[in-house]
């Protein structure tokens, strides 16, 4: 990597809708993805619920983004840590997220899950290596 | 039976415009009166004209306006919240000598007391915010 | 002389739901709005929380749920769902409204 | 009381200076002081923090409007609730709030307390009460 | 060192662009540089010339473009969030065909890549917000 | 390789300080400011959630404290206040700052 490549994190800890935060989050991600920067994204807190599975907002009239996330593997934006400590406090498992994949380019092009589910401890030290950490 | 309604924070940022307004809508469809609704705290910035949402999303000041223009719903916008955030009429603009003014149709600005008197004349009233 | 009690915040990240649960009294009605519909759903660290209050009527807001993803075989036991036209019929048969902001 | 007069509650649950909704409820009770309803102010939760001795926010560069609520009784705001279990759970007694009075015109225009500590059974008993309840 | 800063929240009704303030005035008192504020989400809010604060209250608005004015930074609100609110400079009113603009001297629109570049060229990131 | 924490949000209203706790590592630095400085307070409830945590730095925003009315003799052993200036020198002298919005 170049010395003019910084790692860049997203933090998401609030939940959809209520909010306006977890939108306007993806939408710098989704410009961000342009800058060649490596990117990670990571879900902890209620930030986990942005990524359920089957969310409907035709009833509040607003706009689903959810299928959003699907779309970031195009955007080389490959990397979502959820916390699994976040998951279980909230009675979720990783099959109530919805799935997610990339294109490994490093590997024939294989299909990849971008949702890798991590402890506590190893999001803490995810945090650690940033060079840029922006909250959400 | 008649409902006042209190929105207390921005359009887009916080949900609670968008619940105040499936609320009134459900509760004219239900046949109660709503004869105002009062915006403070940043609920103030729905009653901008100048907002220019995604063509995707929903509009949230033209919600308003179009439901309140259709059943004669009192839109008021609380002067003392209006003026910290930025939102003037005419006349406001002019007596701060201001350039411009930003209202949206069918929202007025005016004073606490018709959140007091909206409290007095309605039978129930609810508060949407953060 | 009841009391509508609107939530609608996430009982996970904020205190609002435990606070109007310590002040809702035998009768009262809760019902959870935006980000307060996860308060409703079972299996979390959180779900005791509402035990203990059986004389309460709970409520959860449907199309908030359904935004979010979350089934109603998710809720827990006793909470019922309502649309926009259930909140408004909570609103006109309790005697006041207070929002837990 | 005639029956036009409604009981209306102000309820404070937030902390001053961090967000502006302690200020701005504070403006709805003064402007509401004139509408002759019977007026009561609940502070619980942070709500309490607003009520504290010695504010000084000349380093923060905002206004300190905690001065305000000695005005209160002038308006005949006079029934001001602050929940005890919320001043314990934040290690605070009594004697760390301001003294707000107010003179009964009932008694002589005697100087008596405006805040009342309350329990939290007896604020939920106040709630219960109310016409209108405005929160904050 | 160079500090890039992020305002999230509007003026008064949090106290983010007042911490924010603060700290980029203390942050150049110590020969730091801050070459750029990026404003979003309700921090857009920040950048309106229409708000009227009470006599006796700090004006952010213009705190920030006075501050901005003697230090050379560059205020960013950011186009997305700006439009969804109500803040327009004059080329955005004219684009989206609305009849007034609202922007304050010394703050300009522009796309979100500002916000990652401000994340590229300096040192330290900081956020200020709810 | 240290983290400046920054913490905005009273822990007697939101999870943050707790969630900001339970990410910190050793050496890491948490600056609470705003609301936040409730959470450097003896004598509460809460008392308990920075015991433990001895490997950390803490601090508190001064004028945050003051505006509040809060005199640093209520301050629970081993937090340190600093100003604007001292907040400038904790991001510098870090490797990255966090907030905990």
Not at chain 2, 2 to 26: C, I, L, M, N, R
């Amino acid at each position: 990597m170049s010395e003019d490549v910084k790692k860049f994190l997203y933090v998401n800890r609030k939940a959809p809708y209520g909010t306006i935060y977890a939108l306007e989050s993806l939408e710098v991600v989704l410009i961000g993805a342009a800058f060649d920067q490596d990117v990670s994204l990571a879900f902890l807190d209620d930030g986990v619920f942005q990524l359920t599975r089957g969310q409907d907002t035709t009833g509040i009239g607003m706009k689903n983004f959810s299928p959003t996330f699907r779309a970031l593997g195009d955007y080389d934006v490959t990397k979502l840590y959820v916390e699994r400590e976040s998951l279980e406090e909230r009675g979720l498992s990783a099959d109530d997220l919805q799935e997610i994949m990339y294109e490994d380019e490093d590997d024939d092009w294989a299909e990849k899950p971008s949702i890798r589910i991590v402890s506590r401890a190893e999001m803490a030290d995810i945090f650690a290596e940033q060079d840029v950490v922006l909250s959400f | 039976m008649k409902f006042g309604v209190v929105v207390s924070e921005g359009p887009y940022t916080h949900q609670a415009s968008d619940t105040a307004y499936h609320f009134v809508v459900s509760a004219l469809e239900a046949g109660h009166e709503v004869p105002r609704v009062f915006f403070y705290h940043d609920g103030v910035n729905v009653g901008t004209r100048l907002s220019v949402p995604p063509q995707d999303e929903r509009n949230i000041q033209a919600q308003w306006t179009d439901l309140a223009a259709r059943h004669k719903i009192d839109l008021v916008v609380c002067i003392a919240a209006a003026q910290r955030r930025g939102i003037l009429d005419e006349n406001e603009a002019t007596r701060q000598g201001k350039d411009a003014n930003n209202i949206a149709e069918g929202f007025r600005i005016s004073g606490l007391g018709q959140l007091i008197e909206m409290g007095i004349q309605t039978d129930r009233l609810l508060m949407f915010g953060d | 002389m009841a009391t509508l009690h609107t939530v609608n915040k996430s009982p996970f990240a904020t205190k609002a739901l435990q606070s109007c649960l310590a002040h809702a009294r035998d009768g009262d009605v809760i019902l959870m709005i935006e980000d307060g519909v996860y308060g409703a759903t079972a299996g979390t660290d959180l779900a005791d929380v509402l035990a203990g209050h059986s004389a309460l009527k709970i409520y959860v807001l449907e199309p908030d749920l359904q935004a979010r993803g979350l089934d109603t075989g998710r809720l827990l036991d006793g909470v019922s769902t309502v649309d926009y036209a259930g909140f408004v019929d909570l609103a006109a048969t309790t005697d006041r409204t207070m929002a837990w902001l």
